[in-house]
């Protein structure tokens, strides 16, 4: 949002938005929008769309990620914590992807890595 601030004000102040993006690069590096993106809202301000705020989308609004499913994720963890994303996500008849953000983002579970072969330490007297 803020990036969209200074891209109306650069649009307002008579700047194209190549020199937009080159000020956005330098002001944020890596994390400035890319110059597509900046072309698409200098498009929007010169065709009288004044908000910066993103347009209405159509499409169902994003549902599995509520508290409910969040506390039955981490149940079923508590339970068994060798269930799968697929397990859980046929379980509770959401998606991989709400289940991967729940259990990643929300509870903040970590894959811990299992090796099959341990490695053998030598001893000092051998």
């Given at each position: 949002?803020?990036?969209?601030v200074?891209?109306?004000?650069?649009?307002?102040?008579?700047?194209?938005?190549?020199?937009?993006h080159?000020?956005l690069?330098?002001v944020?590096?890596?994390?400035?929008?890319?110059?597509?993106y900046?072309?698409e809202?200098?498009?929007?301000?010169?065709d009288?769309?004044?908000?910066?705020?993103d347009?209405?989308?159509?499409g169902?609004?994003?549902?599995?990620?509520?508290?409910?499913?969040?506390?039955?994720?981490?149940?079923?963890?508590?339970?068994?914590r060798?269930l799968?994303l697929?397990?859980?996500?046929?379980?509770l008849k959401?998606?991989?992807?709400?289940?991967?953000?729940?259990?990643?983002e929300?509870?903040?579970?970590?894959?811990?890595k299992v090796?099959?072969?341990?490695?053998?330490?030598?001893?000092?007297?051998?």
């Open positions: 949002m803020e990036q969209r200074n891209i109306k004000f650069c649009f307002k102040l008579g700047k194209t938005a190549t020199e937009t080159e000020m690069v330098k944020y590096g890596v994390d400035a929008v890319s110059k597509k900046v072309f809202w200098f498009k929007r301000f010169r009288g769309k004044e908000d910066i705020k347009e209405p989308r159509s169902r609004p994003a549902t599995s990620t509520t508290p409910d499913s969040i506390e039955r994720v981490r149940r079923m963890l508590a339970d068994d060798r799968s697929r397990m859980i996500a046929e379980e959401i998606s991989l992807g709400s289940v991967s953000n729940i259990i990643h929300h509870l903040q579970k970590r894959k811990e090796y099959a072969f341990p490695t053998l330490r030598k001893s000092s007297n051998v």
